[in-house]
Nanobody, 129 residues
Framework: QLQLVESGGGLVTPGGSLRLSCAAS????????IGWFRQAPGKERVGGSGISSSYGSTVYADSVKGRFTISRDNAKKMVYLQMNSLKPEDTAIYHCAADVFRGDPTAQTMCAPYEYDYWGQGTQVTVSS
């Protein structure tokens, strides 16, 4: 059973940066695609970024494109989300999720919460002055 644990959240002022980490407990992370999702109070969970298992290709929602960068280190079984130029509307609980997809999943697949079976508990990110 794959378990995921997020860390790195916190309070940051607008324009600031945070780096989230997602640690996986598995024999190997090599076969899993990873997505970062966020859920703001009173809103549904939405996808922000994803990274495939095979080629490490990345996808981003328009809302974070150019500001967030997802990366992975399979040897350490870690996935990261570097968030720059943070805005108050980025405030949310951030979750990482993992699943195995056949072939190279589409951007739509990697950003869809219902495509993932394994989830972490989340880490709170608050952007406020």
């Amino acid at each position: 059973q794959l378990q995921l644990v997020e860390s790195g959240g916190g309070l940051v002022t607008p324009g600031g940066s945070l780096r989230l980490s997602c640690a996986a407990s598995a024999l190997t992370l090599d076969y899993y695609a990873i997505g970062w999702f966020r859920q703001a109070p009173g809103k549904e969970r939405v996808g922000g970024s994803g990274i495939s298992s095979s080629y490490g290709s990345t996808v981003y929602a328009d809302s974070v494109k150019g500001r967030f960068t997802i990366s992975r280190d399979n040897a350490k079984k870690m996935v990261y989300l570097q968030m720059n130029s943070l805005k108050p509307e980025d405030t949310a609980i951030y979750h990482c999720a993992a699943d195995v997809f056949r072939g190279d999943p589409t951007a739509q697949t990697m950003c869809a919460p219902y495509e993932y079976d394994y989830w972490g508990q989340g880490t709170q990110v608050t952007v406020s002055s």
